[in-house]
């Protein structure tokens, strides 16, 4: 097993990423394919920062890798805004992920501060 595999961080993020790539399906579907890609992009992004975070040597770079997965997340939710906007989800879901994201952000951010 990696290390990643036993943070807590990390197994949040793949909860959220499922339900993002759930959203990317439905995108697909609807031939909307750069904002399912956009979106699978940018989800993948966070738990694979995290993974490479603890497979760096120094913790300088570590903070970098957390600092890309905090920032993807960001990009989510941007995207999650703007997928209400073009009502291709609803209000309620995107709340729900949102208040996810931001859970995992204050997680990134602390595993980040426990490093410095």
Same mark, same amino acid.
Not at 66 to 76: D, G, N, Q
Not at 87 to 93: A, C, D, G, M, R
């Given at each position: 097993?990696?290390?990643? &595999?036993?943070? *807590?961080?990390? $197994? $949040?993020?793949?909860?959220?990423? #499922? /339900?993002?790539?759930? =959203?990317? &399906?439905?995108?697909? #579907? $609807?031939?909307?394919?750069?904002?399912?890609? +956009?979106?699978?992009?940018?989800?993948?992004? =966070?738990?694979?920062?995290?993974?490479?975070?603890?497979?760096?040597?120094? !913790?300088?770079?570590? =903070?970098?890798?957390?600092? @890309?997965?905090?920032?993807?997340? %960001?990009?989510?939710?941007?995207?999650?805004?703007?997928?209400?906007?073009? !009502? @291709?989800?609803? +209000?309620?879901? $995107? *709340? +729900?992920?949102? =208040?996810?994201?931001?859970?995992?952000? /204050?997680?990134?951010?602390? %595993?980040? !501060?426990?490093?410095?």
């Amino acid at each position: 097993m990696f290390r990643f &595999e036993t943070l *807590e961080v990390w $197994k $949040k993020s793949i909860i959220t990423l #499922d /339900k993002l790539l759930d =959203i990317a &399906e439905e995108l697909a #579907d $609807k031939n909307l394919f750069r904002f399912a890609e +956009q979106l699978r992009g940018a989800g993948l992004s =966070i738990p694979n920062n995290i993974a490479e975070a603890t497979g760096c040597n120094t !913790k300088k770079e570590s =903070i970098v890798f957390l600092s @890309y997965a905090r920032r993807s997340a %960001f990009e989510v939710v941007s995207m999650l805004v703007v997928f209400v906007r073009r !009502k @291709y989800i609803n +209000q309620e879901t $995107k *709340e +729900q992920l949102a =208040i996810e994201v931001e859970e995992l952000c /204050k997680m990134i951010s602390g %595993f980040s !501060k426990s490093l410095s």
